[in-house]
T-cell receptor, first 111, second 117 residues
Framework: AQSVTQLGSHVSVSEGALVLLRCNYS??????LFWYVQYPNQGLQLLLK??????LVKGINGFEAEFKKSETSFHLTKPSAHMSDAAEYFC?????????FGQGTELSVKP | GAVVSQHPSRVICKSGTSVKIECRSL??????MFWYRQFPKQSLMLMAT?????????EQGVEKDKFLINHASLTLSTLTVTSAHPEDSSFYIC?????????????FGQGTRLTVV
């Protein structure tokens, strides 16, 4: 069975600081991994996805993630946080035609 | 990206009544649609997966007679919460995929906030 674990339910950074949101996966087959962002009372928007091509994936809004098989990780990063990045972030793995989500990480950005 | 429209965005209904939520893919054909439920400050819980023209596959613990899902066309899926009760109050989100392989990304609707009073 596939699963993802997001380390840290809440992360707080200062505006302009590095954003690092952690995601570890468990999968018996090569995984397809996704990062989504959710703003309050809205659906989810895809930030980026890994589908076994380049291990460093660049997404929208300056976010990127690196697939590391040896560490079973797919951490999300952004060099410089912006106030508008404050939201809930979900890591997900695709398996059996459906998405399995992590618990989510709430990102707060302080001015 | 592709657009998925979910309607209504908010609904309040009386206990014992039924409410229907629509999920439409506006610019692509959605061969697969998913319905999720999200509790406050929690992740998305998959309720069911529906493929166009076939019966929905429900996750374990989800009452299929209570949460009726219809995926009659390639652009529309509906979730009907029957005989709603206050404990059904939640945020419901649909998503749609244009293909059935795992690399295909899913696009999400805006969500529906259901309040049962």
């Amino acid at each position: 069975a596939q699963s993802v674990t997001q380390l840290g339910s809440h992360v707080s950074v200062s505006e302009g600081a590095l954003v690092l949101l952690r995601c570890n996966y468990s999968s018996s087959v090569p995984p397809y991994l996704f990062w989504y962002v959710q703003y309050p009372n809205q659906g989810l928007q895809l930030l980026l996805k890994y589908t076994s091509a380049a291990t460093l994936v660049k997404g929208i809004n300056g976010f990127e993630a690196e697939f590391k098989k040896s560490e079973t990780s797919f951490h999300l990063t952004k060099p410089s946080a912006h106030m508008s990045d404050a939201a809930e972030y979900f890591c997900a793995v695709s398996g059996g035609g459906k998405l399995i989500f992590g618990q989510g990480t709430e990102l707060s950005v302080k001015p | 990206g592709a657009v998925v429209s979910q309607h209504p965005s908010r609904v309040i209904c009386k206990s014992g009544t039924s409410v229907k939520i629509e999920c439409r893919s506006l610019d692509f054909q959605a061969t697969t649609m998913f319905w999720y439920r999200q509790f406050p400050k929690q992740s998305l819980m998959l309720m069911a997966t529906s493929n166009e023209g076939s019966k929905a596959t429900y996750e374990q613990g989800v009452e299929k007679d209570k949460f009726l899902i219809n995926h009659a066309s390639l652009t529309l899926s509906t979730l009907t919460v029957t005989s709603a009760h206050p404990e059904d109050s939640s945020f419901y989100i649909c998503s749609a995929k244009g293909g059935r392989i795992d690399t295909t990304e899913a696009f999400f609707g805006q969500g529906t906030r259901l309040t049962v009073v």
